[in-house]
């Protein structure tokens, strides 16, 4: 069965550090990754997917997602991180057999001032 | 754009009683998706559907029962509610296919007491 992991329940960094929130997946065929971001109290808003082809995927707000093939990992990352991105962040791999979308348990992201 | 509407915002019900939570959607999406959230547990698959008149079970299905009777329209019904179901419900809809990104509703905050 696809899934993703998310192995940190928070991650916290400083305002105008860079930031990575990481993900690995665990898929039979090719991967069709995802990550979303939630503020408090809203639905899920869609950030960036890799689908296939260059590995440094770039997303809204400034947001981008390495994917590695052999570490089986799609990390997002953002070079600057600004105080207004602190959020519940979301990875999710799709199977394309069932079409269901199967997310991790999310990084809630704490940048600092 | 409306996108994907949710019904009602906050509910609270008596264990047992039983409520139907209407999610619409207006990008003409054939997939149609509900999940539940819960602390530590990102979120999990209710159910879902592919096409009007079609549903298949997700991740979590027990309790709950779903009808697609209208392309745009998704209910979740709750015949009898436990507390082990107080949890905030988010409605998701896509176009098909593994590459698509799915767009959610604002969610339900559903209290069983």
């Known amino acids: ?3 993703v992991a998310q192995p940190e329940d928070q991650v916290n960094v400083a305002e105008g550090n860079p930031l990575t929130v990481k993900c690995t997946y665990s898929v039979s065929g090719n991967p069709y990754l995802f990550w979303y971001v939630q503020y408090p109290n809203r639905g899920l808003q869609f950030l960036l997917k890799y689908i296939t082809g260059d590995n440094l995927v770039k997303g809204s707000y400034g947001f981008e997602a390495e994917f590695n093939k052999s570490q089986t990992s799609f990390h997002l990352k953002k070079p600057s991180a600004l105080v207004s991105d602190s959020a519940l962040y979301f990875c999710a791999v799709r199977d394309a057999g069932t079409d269901k979308l199967i997310f991790g348990t999310g990084t809630r992201l704490q ?3 | 754009n409306a996108g994907v509407t949710q019904t009602p915002k906050f ?15 207006d990008m003409n999406h054939e997939y149609m998706y509900w999940y539940r959230q819960d602390p530590g ?3 999990r698959l209710i159910h ?15 309790g709950y029962n779903v009808s697609r009777l209208k392309k745009q329209n998704f209910l979740l019904g709750l ?4 507390p082990s179901q107080t949890s905030v419900y988010f409605c998701a809809s896509s ?3 593994a590459v698509t990104e799915a767009f959610f509703g604002q969610g339900t ?3 069983v007491v």
């Open chain 2, 41 to 43: 547990m990102g979120l």
């Open chain 1, 1 to 3: 069965a696809q899934s």
């Open chain 1, 111 to 113: 940048v600092f001032p």
């Open chain 2, 95 to 97: 176009y098909p296919g």
């Open chain 2, 48 to 62: 879902y559907s592919v096409g009007e008149g079609t549903t298949a079970k997700g991740e979590v299905p027990d």
């Open chain 2, 11 to 25: 509910r609270v019900l008596k264990t047992g009683q039983s409520m139907t939570l209407l999610c619409a959607q």
């Open chain 2, 109 to 111: 905050r559903l209290t």
């Open chain 2, 79 to 82: 015949e009898s509610a436990a």
